[in-house]
């Protein structure tokens, strides 16, 4: 069975600052998406990323992937307020020809104060 | 580009009533999925379907959850009768695949939020 594992689930951040939130999963898988979600919004998909090795950039953050280690970063640079809100990582269990579908981690609730 | 419409946003209910929730996909959009968001966690899946047919019904609580996907557009779910442990968005998503290949970008609609009173 898939697990996602994110860590931190609760992040306190000041303006300014960088960090990193990182993603885990249990098997073998090529495919992880980065989700937004603001309070009492849906989700958004941030990053796509389909290959070990892979890295994407929007703004203020960057995504990879590493397959290997079945792992994926999502790095915030030079944080602002505007970023606070819940981000997700989710594997796609998709490998080896089944369907698949999204396997979601708990959540990491950003908050950014100045 | 119209998204994935769902209905109604907000529904309250007593246990052991029951409720129904509306999706509309996005257009040519071959797979759809429930999901379900317990205040706190990350969405989980519930049941997925391709066109009309079903793909993983695994995690549905099939006692007392049903869905369906009419004609290979809409769909409905259902919970009939409701628990209070059922109080959680319920999230209907969409996407292009039809098989295993590609990447998988689920466009998520605005969820439903039911209240078991």
């Known amino acids: 069975e898939l697990k996602v594992e994110q860590n931190p689930l609760f992040l306190s951040m000041q303006e300014g600052k960088n960090y990193t939130i990182y993603c885990n999963y249990s098997?073998?898988?090529?495919?992880l998406y980065w989700y937004r979600q603001d309070p009492g919004k849906s989700l958004e998909s941030l990053f796509v990323?389909?290959?070990?090795?892979a890295v994407k950039q929007e703004g203020r953050l960057m995504a990879s992937l590493d397959t290997k280690a079945r792992l994926s970063t999502l790095h915030i640079t030079a944080a602002v307020h505007d970023l606070s809100a819940t981000y997700f990582c989710?594997?796609?269990?998709?490998?080896?020809?089944?369907?698949?579908?999204?396997?979601f981690g708990k959540g990491t609730k950003l908050s950014v104060k100045p | 580009e119209a998204g994935v419409a769902q209905s109604p946003r907000y529904k309250i209910i007593e246990k052991r009533q029951s409720v129904a929730f509306w999706c509309n996909p996005i257009?040519?959009?071959?797979?759809l999925y429930w999901y379900q968001q317990i205040l706190g966690q990350g969405p989980k899946l519930l049941i997925q379907?391709?066109?009309?047919?079903?793909?993983?019904d695994s995690q549905l609580p099939k006692d007392r959850f049903s869905a369906e996907r009419l004609k290979g557009v809409d769909s409905t779910l259902k919970i009939q009768p409701a628990k209070l442990e059922d109080s959680a968005v319920y999230l209907c998503?969409?996407?292009?695949?039809?098989?295993?290949?590609?990447?998988?970008?689920?466009?998520f609609g605005a969820g439903s939020r039911l209240t078991v009173l």
């Open positions: 989710a594997v796609d269990s998709y490998y080896g020809g089944s369907q698949g579908n999204l396997i």
């Open positions: 379907f391709q066109n009309n047919g079903v793909v993983d």
């Open positions: 257009s040519g959009h071959a797979t």
């Open positions: 098997t073998t898988s090529d495919r």
């Open positions: 990323l389909l290959s070990n090795g």
């Open positions: 998503a969409s996407s292009p695949r039809e098989g295993g290949t590609g990447a998988n970008v689920l466009t």
